[in-house]
């Protein structure tokens, strides 16, 4: 099978309390890139994802996730010697709150000759994370070298800034950051993050330094706004999609492996934005990072009826 879109990062196994019961906690599974590669399945794409997970049952129950959803995990290692992440989200009335239990974790103790070379010199994309280079130093090592290898093989890379400074410094994550700009042809950044690392707080000021970096396209989430698609020819804002959220827990990931995977069937930049769009805010209305991700059915139906509204 070939693969359209391999990523590569830490999947956890993820316990969401519930509003109505704050005692009791719905178990589902999370970690960016895993929900990125089972949101681009969801829409059509090829996927496989490149991590390590413990040899226990939460493993186990990662592994059957990504079967269920068609993410092919011939490159995922089992680990005896280390644990799969765990994490926690609360909410309360700012929010929702993530504490994580993940030192220490299979991935990241990911390293460089763990990598599967072919399969990401073969793939047509490559995503990652800033998490998946903030985990540790050796899978921060692995990540910057699976970007060089996709990039000498003309396999275009895809980067989510994602900023977790309980992770890493601001000024590390900074450094690696700009190096990995470097290698990068699709910057899928948030507000939050991307200001706070580059000092910036002008949409376009932002989007001239990842373009200035050498990024080709840049599709900067702006949540309840939408996205401001760049490229060096041309930038505009693509609406939200109004919906009524409930929980925004790996909306983000949604749009960006929405958005890879209409990139890869073909749509333009700003249709693919609109398109992930959608996919996102309809994510954000079920509670936990995959059990809402919607179909590719569903997006193009919602879609087809906001069409109709305009017309």
Not at 38 to 55: E, K, N
Not at 60 to 78: F, N, P, S, Y
Request: proline share 4%.
């Amino acid at each position: 099978m070939s693969i359209d879109i391999l990523a590569f990062g830490e999947a956890l196994v993820e316990f969401n309390q519930q509003p109505d019961a704050p005692e009791r906690y719905l178990q589902g599974f999370g970690g960016d890139t895993s929900n990125f590669c089972i949101a681009a399945a969801r829409q059509g794409a090829q996927t496989g994802f490149i991590s390590a997970v413990g040899a226990d049952s939460f493993g186990e129950r990662l592994l059957a996730l990504w079967t269920q959803e068609r993410v092919d995990t011939r490159h995922v290692r089992t680990d005896s010697r280390a644990p799969t992440g765990v994490y926690f989200v609360s909410h309360d009335n700012h929010g929702h709150r993530f504490d994580y239990l993940r030192a220490g974790s299979a991935a990241s103790c990911y390293s460089h000759d763990d990598l599967p070379q072919q399969a990401i010199a073969e793939a047509r994309y490559l995503h990652l994370s800033g998490i998946s280079l903030a985990i540790s130093n050796s899978a921060c090592d692995a990540g910057l070298a699976a970007m060089e290898l996709a990039r000498k093989a003309g396999v275009k890379v895809s980067l989510d800034t994602n900023l977790r400074l309980r992770l890493w410094s601001l000024a590390r994550a900074r450094g690696i950051m700009r190096e990995a700009l470097g290698m990068t042809d699709i910057c899928l950044p948030s507000w939050d993050d991307v200001t706070v690392l580059t000092g910036l707080d002008d949409r376009d000021a932002i989007v001239d330094h990842l373009l200035g970096c050498g990024v080709k396209l840049v599709a900067l989430k702006l949540g309840e706004e939408g996205a401001y698609v760049a490229t060096p020819d041309a930038r505009a804002l693509v609406p939200a999609y109004p919906v009524q959220p409930l929980d925004a827990t790996g909306a983000g990931d949604c749009f960006g492996g929405s958005f890879i995977a209409r990139l890869a069937a073909g749509d333009d930049p700003f249709e693919a934005a609109r398109y992930a769009n959608v996919a996102a805010a309809l994510s954000t209305t079920g509670y936990g990072a995959v059990a809402p991700i919607p179909s590719a059915e569903t997006v193009l139906a919602r879609l087809a009826e906001s069409v109709s509204v305009i017309r």
